[in-house]
């Protein structure tokens, strides 16, 4: 038999700027990066997304957005900034990814030219998922105006849409080419978006920065009620961790079946899609925190007044930590537990769970108790 | 401004295996490796995808690799082998990659799981891509059936569809898991497919490997009359320099404008698709081929008689080397010369054109003088 060995590494680098007012003229975050990566021979272009209750609460934004880009050296905007809905529904829309695709086609852009997601999360992961099928993948560059994005999936290299009712079952991996976080986005968030954006903070210190977590138990109220400087610590240092997780531990596509990012997503996912998505991504990872910290508890790892502290932490961010749906229906597993197989299938290989071996630590399991998990959503149910 | 830097490597590794008759079950191949890919914990499932031309020529086939898998420890088979058409028609027909798409989630192939796509290059594409975009990318088996697909696109790292006429515009980057070629399929292709599908070695000869040329050459006669143990060295020579191109030459996912691998190809791309894929991939490429040799000749770079040879070398394959849409019509551009814009958005960036500065050294340019151009285009008119 013969035989020939192909091997090679690809190299994946963005940076995640911080800058307030991105589209000031007087802003030159965004520009600089832009004309790093201008050529003489030949202009690049530019396609912005545009979320539209972004554009509705900013009304001057696509006027801004159209006059900051005429400025910068070596790049030309397409003619039309189009503006979609935001929110989980657009990820359930293939003919919109479509049409997306249509307009890269449309504007020429090529694979040097960029195109610009400016929202939420769900759009977010739309337009990344145009641009990377689209000429085998265009570059991409995210601008995330919620909480939920800026802290964590917009910093990430993931994209993807729904199908057939299958949360991102359509997606890959494509790494932005960078990321711009714009805290003046925040401030029209509804106080809905605003405290539930919070709970992958709230994740990502538990499994992994004791010190982060009782920062934010620490300032849980004031974040809650809007205090900016906590909230520009929370989603730094969350994004970081982020970061730090994807790029260094050593499978940033998630080739393995350890996912301890996935901490409280299992039953989050499942009751996203149970409830038609009236529940937020934050609220069902609130409820999916809840459940796994008290299992963690259950199972002896997590001490009682841990336990405690976190379902505190969750509700002064006033996020529920519980649903009915995660009980028993009429003596039929819940719905949510159910779901355990088509998480383990979605990762791929075996069923892989992270816990809380301690606050700060998380730590992973192959199975789930389910006369435990049943006892946990009760203890859910009783201390809401 | 406060900033994070993220920066990642991704390995990625692939063997290309050459065996005849994969799935008799005395050959142990393909089971090999699967089998070291076996977990304890879980039982990996497969899919396989097959071209149905290459089941008609080989009527046992079906049963042979259900038999086959069978005896695979740690992996179980999909209860139905789906047959699809070959040819570039499948690149056409979306809702036949949502059917793939469908058909993975029906039968649970998660991201340790395998779809193997038996057929020629078209079928490889479309399924490599289904793979591709399913939880964010399942694993891939490639098993070409065609001399195109074994010594070109199969042991390459891309996949694609077409998409309102614009060839491969969705698609992306998405190595397979394992390559096997067999050479039986080979001894069931038509005359056609068996000539065409060699243009590629004598391509990357061209750029690459002046005595792979000189022997593709000594050969060319006996290649074209079936000569399979010339064949097989063709194959696997060509296949050779794809892989440590693709993987030595520092940009495996094409983020740069220079693309030596594509030369004869910026026509042959728009000739498939203005003749309706009438024109083989490799009857084009062939008369890629042509024109831009002929075109190196008339810069001055490729001497009279090396220019002569090449048409040779496709003549003896019984490839065109012209066609009448490379000529102006009623005055009016060539079709196929005005897609050089469109070759360039594809590909993305600056104009960049492969030429030959001699027999086994390609070279780069970045504009193309349209009158010499038409000029090389009658020569290879007056030279089939």
Known sequence: MEYIQQNFNVNFSYGVFFSSNLFDPANTCLATF???????????KLLVILDGGVAAHHPQLTQQISRYFEQVRGFQLAPEIITIPGGEGVKNDLPLLFSL?????????????????VGGGSLLDLV?????????????????????????????????????????????????????????????????????????????????DAAFFNRI?????????GDMAAMHYLIYRC???????????????????????DFGHWSAHKLEQLTNFELRHGEAVSIGIAVDSVYSYLLGWLSESDMQRILTVLKNMQLPVWHPLLEKQNGQPSP??????????HLGGRLTISLLREVGKGEEVHEMDLDLLYKAVEICKNNQ
Do not use: C
Request: hydrophobic share 40%.
């Open 34 to 44: 832009l004309e790093s990566k201008a050529e003489d021979a030949y202009v690049k």
């Open 101 to 117: 695709v249509d307009a890269i086609d449309k504007y020429g852009i090529d694979r040097h030219s960029y195109v610009i997601g």
């Open 239 to 261: 994004a970081e961790l982020h970061v730090q997780h994807i790029g260094g531990a050593g499978d940033p596509f998630e080739s393995g079946s350890s996912r301890p990012l």
């Open 128 to 208: 990344g998922f145009a641009a990377a099928i689209s000429h085998r993948g265009v570059k991409h560059i995210r601008i995330p105006t919620t909480v939920l994005s800026q802290n964590d999936s917009g910093v990430g290299v993931k994209n993807g849409v729904n199908y057939k009712g299958k949360k991102n079952f359509l997606g890959s991996f494509a790494p932005p080419a960078a990321v711009f976080n714009d805290p003046v986005f925040l401030t029209t968030l509804d106080s809905r978006d605003w405290r539930s954006g919070m709970v992958e903070a709230v994740k990502v210190a538990l499994i992994k």
């Open 336 to 345: 949510v537990v159910a779901g355990l197989e088509e998480f383990r299938e």
């Open 217 to 225: 138990e620490a300032d849980s109220v004031a974040l809650t009620a």
